[in-house]
């Protein structure tokens, strides 16, 4: 998946993050498993695998039923709350363990009110291969909403590397 400004259509970022079966999982689970269904060699009709994934593995969003029992699901969205079209990239170097706080966001922030996405750039993404990036990655206090609500009123989404 990428994201295009399309105010500067030559600018492209790379949002997703390609799978192995060496990725970890998020809380140590099982990671990406992949099994042959079909092979040519055996006489099948075509090559074919299987491939056994948590949702939580890798580049994937977090919709509300994820933390609340009565939230939205996936499948409760349409393809239009899919399509954002000023999305606006923040970076914010953040540590391992370290709190992104309503203090510090208002610091980085101007106000972009026709922003529809904003993307994070915490710089953690480099422990993305190690345990560290699931077991002592950044977090975002819930405080933060008051500021997007303020610097960000048009806001479907926020992503975090």
């Not at 799978?19 to 990406?32: E, F, H, M, R």
């Not at 048009?154 to 992503?159: S, Y």
Request: charged share 25%; proline share 5%.
């Amino acid at each position: 998946m990428t994201v295009r400004n399309i105010l500067n259509k030559s600018r492209e970022i790379w949002l997703s993050h390609p799978l192995s079966i060496d990725t970890p999982a998020y809380g140590g689970g099982k990671g990406l498993e992949i099994s042959t269904a079909k092979s040519i060699s055996n006489g099948d009709s075509c090559n074919q695998l299987t491939l056994t994934m948590s949702n939580h593995l890798g580049t994937h969003v977090d919709v509300p039923k994820h933390f609340f029992q009565d939230g939205k699901s996936l499948d409760e969205y349409s393809p239009k709350d899919w399509a954002f079209y000023s999305p606006y990239i923040l970076e914010i170097p953040l540590g391992s363990n370290e709190i992104l706080s309503s203090s510090v966001l208002k610091k980085k922030v101007k106000n972009i009110s026709k922003s529809d996405i904003l993307f994070l750039k915490t710089g953690f993404e480099k422990e993305r291969e190690t345990k560290k990036y699931w077991q002592e990655n950044p977090v975002i206090n819930e405080d933060i909403v008051d500021v997007l609500d303020k610097y960000f009123p048009n806001i479907k989404a926020l992503g975090l590397d």
